[in-house]
């Protein structure tokens, strides 16, 4: 008698349910000592939710933490090699299981948010406060690009530069990641916004509501005479004196590009800057995102009202998640660079 044994081939192998696919670096260094691993699914604790990704995205901070630059970074992250090998921290994905005390959150809901254990994988454990359930309108890719970069332009144009409607707000590399949720968000706000981006990106710009547009390829916004009463440099190619020159009296100008020294990294710059904040009365205010779950939720409704749209330039499966960071490392990425799993 034949034996049919089409049912058992269709049944996972037991160990595969307990074993996940990951980009993971052993080493600190450039996005080559990326490598595909078969690594341990993680199981939810208390508080935290199981998320199957579905998306994620990668950025410049992700580089830096990869190479272990500044040195600083490994203070966090590991002294020799890295303690989590799984880079990134943006996600969107599916609820796959949940840990005790979580109650908001149930197995089969799309949610995105930010998880310090890595997310170029296919699973990740994120606490509950990490998440928010993602709007039916906004596709994975859409709210995987959106937490980090989007969080530090709301920061940087609500609680830093504290940007009212009818405020004149210059944004440099304002076709970036940060730049096109910042140019977003200050019109959201009532601002004028200003964009300073590439000739091949002006239309792109415009096209996310930028009141006007400055190719700085032909023309130097630290000299043309206008006065701007927020400046969001995520750029940094012009000294800070002829940027504050753009300045109003009493504007405030943020400096954000992440550039700094190789032990200390921005650091050494943001305690000059505020130092030389006490001498003029110019806010000279560098600052650093924190990742806030009430933040999300503003972001989640920009999101949802349409007021907001991520901009994404390229999109690469997990297996290629280096070549990925590499045209990230290139700084001419258009928006967001997303990650599917």
């Known amino acids: 008698m034949k034996t049919d044994h089409s049912d058992t081939e269709r049944m996972p192998h037991p160990a595969a349910a307990t074993r996940m696919r990951a980009m993971v670096h052993h080493r600190y260094g450039p996005p080559s000592v990326l490598q595909a691993s078969d690594v341990p699914r993680p199981e939810p604790r208390r508080g935290e939710v199981l998320v199957r990704l579905e998306a994620a995205s990668v950025h410049s901070g992700d580089l830096y933490v990869m190479a272990g630059d500044p040195y600083l970074v490994r203070l966090a992250f590991g002294l020799r090699r890295p303690r989590n090998g799984i880079p990134a921290r943006d996600l969107a994905g599916v609820v796959a299981a949940v840990g005790a005390d979580v109650t908001d959150l149930k197995p089969g809901g799309d949610v995105f948010g930010w998880s310090t254990a890595g997310t170029l994988a296919e699973y990740a454990c994120v606490p509950v406060g990490n998440l928010v359930r993602r709007p039916t309108t906004v596709s994975a890719v859409e709210a995987a690009v959106t937490p980090m970069s989007g969080l530090t332009a709301l920061q940087a144009m609500r609680d830093v530069a ?90 405030t100008v943020i400096p954000n590009s992440g550039r ?65 960071l590499r045209y990230v490392a290139t700084g001419h990425a258009r928006g967001k660079v997303a990650i599917t799993i």
């Not at 701007?228 to 020159?245: F, G, K, N, Q, T």
């Not at 020294?261 to 924190?290: D, E, N, Y």
């Not at 999101?303 to 280096?322: F, N």
């Open 260 to 324: 700094g020294g190789r032990w200390v990294g921005p650091l050494g710059r943001i305690i000059t800057a505020r130092m030389r904040s006490i001498f003029t009365r110019q806010r000279l205010a560098p600052f650093v995102s924190v990742e806030k779950h009430e933040d999300l939720v503003a972001l989640s409704d920009l999101l949802a009202s349409g007021q907001v749209t991520p901009l994404i330039d390229r999109t690469y499966p997990l297996a290629e998640a280096a070549d990925a």
């Open 162 to 251: 504290r940007v009212r409607p009818g405020d004149r707000v210059l944004i440099t590399g304002a076709s970036g990641g940060v730049g096109s949720f910042a140019v977003q968000i200050a019109k959201a706000m009532g601002a004028e916004v200003t964009a300073v981006c590439s000739g091949r990106n002006i239309e792109l710009v415009r096209s996310i509501g930028a009141d006007h547009v400055i190719d700085y390829t032909t023309t130097d916004f630290t000299a043309n005479g206008e006065r701007y009463d927020v400046i969001l440099d995520s750029v940094e190619a012009e000294p800070l004196a002829s940027v504050r020159r753009a300045l109003t009296p009493t504007g």
